[in-house]
């Protein structure tokens, strides 16, 4: 964080954030969701199963999205995605060509806190924009800084991910160039899962400290346009 940002004042800039993304997002609709799938390079999993005993673990997150966003450089956790593409798993992606999926009833469980952290573009002339989550285990250490730092979501009834009341189902953001990331605090275990191939585009792999957020974007800068 900058010098001479407190704490109030973050907190108020990530609440303006948060307007921003919901104003955006409000035209999307939802759709049936139940997996988690993170993508990356296959040396990436050749490395955890060969040097870190099958143990994907949480890693300090970098200078990405919005300058301000309060979890850069100071949370640890492991990026999944969540967005669908035409109801499916997209078949590329610009992270790896190997992926890895995570059942939601696994980790988005009763016990389980959910925050805003993030919403932003990158430069392109796609413009897409991303909702950044942050997924804890209540009590844990992440949890304890998310709530200090973060905006605590309604489980049940945020737009972005979501696990209706008494429901077994999970539901997601479903609108048109917006991306729904899930930052997850915990390790997890690959002993038991499967590596899926698929295709990619851009780079093949992600961007070493993060790509900042696009500036003068009028829908995610805060400041511009309301």
């Known amino acids: 964080m900058a010098a001479g940002w407190s704490m109030t004042d973050d907190r108020e800039y990530l609440r ?8 955006h997002c409000s035209l999307g609709s939802s759709e049936a ?7 990356k390079p296959s040396s990436y999993f050749d490395d955890i199963r060969l040097n ?3 143990i994907m673990k949480p890693y300090l997150k970098d200078n990405g999205g919005d300058q301000r966003c309060p979890i850069n450089g100071r949370l640890k956790g492991l990026f999944f995605n969540v967005t669908l593409t035409d109801g499916q798993l997209p078949v590329k992606s610009p992270f790896g060509d190997r992926r890895v999926k995570m059942p939601l009833s696994e980790v988005f469980d009763d016990s389980a806190k959910l925050y805003f952290a993030d919403f932003y573009c990158k430069p392109s002339r796609s413009r897409v924009h991303y909702v950044t989550l942050v997924l804890t285990h209540s009590g844990s250490e992440a949890d304890s800084f998310c709530q200090t730092h973060l905006l605590k979501l309604d489980s049940d009834t945020n737009m972005y991910l979501r696990k209706p009341y008494l429901s077994s189902t999970y539901e997601t953001l479903d609108r048109s160039a917006v991306h729904v990331e899930v930052m997850f605090t915990e390790a997890v275990n690959m002993t038991h899962r499967v590596l899926s191939p698929t295709g990619t585009f851009g780079r093949g792999h992600s961007t070493q400290g ?3 957020k696009t500036v003068g974007c009028s829908i995610c800068n ?5």
Do not use: D, Q
């Open 222 to 226: 805060v400041g511009i346009f309301g």
């Open 16 to 23: 303006r954030l948060l307007r921003k993304a919901e104003e």
């Open 52 to 54: 870190h005993n099958n």
């Open 33 to 39: 969701v139940s997996t988690l799938y993170r993508n």
């Open 210 to 212: 993060g790509i900042r």
